[in-house]
């Protein structure tokens, strides 16, 4: 299996028990995205970890209540306007040998709206220099700046962000993955390591509790 089925492989999976997690509390979630081949970069100086659009990241944005729509960004498409990042402050390494992990992460369409929040989970060391972020977010908002009421992709599709019943903040959940280079569990800067990163978005953290508290957001290394 190479590196991008694997990565692949780990997020869709931990999302996917997220989403059933969900469904069983009686929450459906409103929206999902997910980005692969991020540029995740770490700066040891100030504990920052960041992952950001380059040319050759593809993504999309899906509501998944309410008539639907998928907002796609394909590789090389993404325009002047269009992006994704996630900063995240990397924490110290506890006794259980995971870091904390929190920020900011906002997604962005063809037209400058965004969808954006908080995000607080822990980073957890999977071995020879893979590595997960399990989290869940916070205060998410939907910002209209353009005033279309859309989120439209590049490529692609687009779908109305005027929701009717659930109301803002959200909050949700959030995957990522990667393998770093060096394999020393942020010990070291890096620049260019490919991200991949899933989320859902629920309309309230009732269910996302539920989640945690099950473990199904909890990807842990063998011991």
Avoid at 67 to 87: H, K, P, Q, R, V
Wanted: hydrophobic letters at 40%; glycine letters at 14%; a negative charge.
């Amino acid at each position: 299996m190479n590196t991008r089925t694997m990565m692949r492989f780990g997020a869709f999976g931990a999302a996917a028990a997220l989403f059933c997690a969900q469904h069983a509390a009686g929450q459906t979630p409103i929206i999902s995205y997910t980005y692969s081949d991020l540029d995740g970069s770490f700066d040891v100086s100030t504990m920052m970890f960041d992952a950001k659009v380059v040319s050759n990241t593809s993504g999309d944005v899906t509501r998944l209540v309410g008539g639907g729509g998928t907002a796609e960004f394909n590789a090389g498409d993404w325009g002047s306007t269009a992006g994704y990042m996630l900063s995240l402050k990397v924490g110290p390494i506890d006794p259980n040998g995971d870091r904390s992990g929190s920020g900011t992460f906002v997604s962005t369409d063809a037209f400058g709206d965004t969808i954006s929040g908080l995000v607080d989970g822990r980073w957890i060391d999977g071995g020879n220099g893979v590595v997960f972020f399990n989290g869940y977010l916070e205060n998410v908002l939907i910002a209209d700046n353009s005033g279309d009421s859309r989120f439209d992709g590049t490529t692609s599709g687009h779908f109305a962000t005027n929701f009717q019943g659930p109301i803002a903040p959200f909050s949700g959940a959030i995957v990522l993955l990667q393998i770093q280079n060096p394999p020393d569990f942020f010990g070291s800067d890096f620049s260019g390591v490919p991200t991949l990163v899933s989320a859902l978005i629920v309309p309230s953290p009732g269910a996302l509790a539920l989640a945690l508290a099950c473990g199904t957001l909890a990807v842990r290394r063998r011991r």
